[in-house]
């Protein structure tokens, strides 16, 4: 979809209202990704048939802190930008499948395995990563507090 003779502002605060899913599907520009992710304060964040660049990737990755589902098809991105996500921040499942998943699926699951999560579905094309949860019995200091860092 085309979205260049919507003004950014008015696509930003749109974006900011929405409480469930805001699906972006090829869009352009692309210029407009970053901000527009940076807007969202959704549940579920959908991405689909894009490229993103090196900034778009740590507009992601920013927005991680503000969903708790992030869906990737057919994404093209930065994967060592993606994987700065210290997968403590609000988002706590990541799904990713299509061209996206078969580039990335060994980077992915080394990820998940580093930051202490699961793989909770490996099959017909798709990868589904979620956040372990912490067992009331291991205390308050384990407790994310919706937090995320970027290195």
Do not use: F
């Not at 950014?8 to 749109?14: E, I, P, V």
């Not at 098809?73 to 499948?97: A, F, K, M, N």
């Amino acid at each position: 979809m085309d979205i260049s003779d919507i003004p950014s502002d008015k696509m930003d605060k749109l974006a900011s209202i929405v409480t469930e899913r805001v699906t972006i599907n090829n869009m352009t520009p692309a210029s407009r990704v970053s901000s527009l992710l940076a807007s969202v304060q959704c549940t579920e964040l959908l991405l689909r048939k894009m490229k993103l660049s090196e900034e778009n990737t740590r507009a992601l990755v920013t927005a991680m802190t503000q969903v708790q589902t992030v869906y990737l098809s057919c994404v093209t991105l930065d994967i060592e930008e993606l994987t700065q996500y210290d997968g403590q921040g609000r988002c706590s499942e990541l799904v990713v499948w299509g061209d996206i998943r078969e580039m990335h699926e060994a980077r992915l699951m080394e990820w998940a395995a580093d930051k202490g999560w699961r793989v909770t579905r490996d099959d017909d094309g798709w990868l589904r990563m979620e956040r372990k949860q912490v067992s009331p019995s291991q205390g308050p200091a384990s407790v994310s507090q919706g937090k995320c860092t970027v290195m």
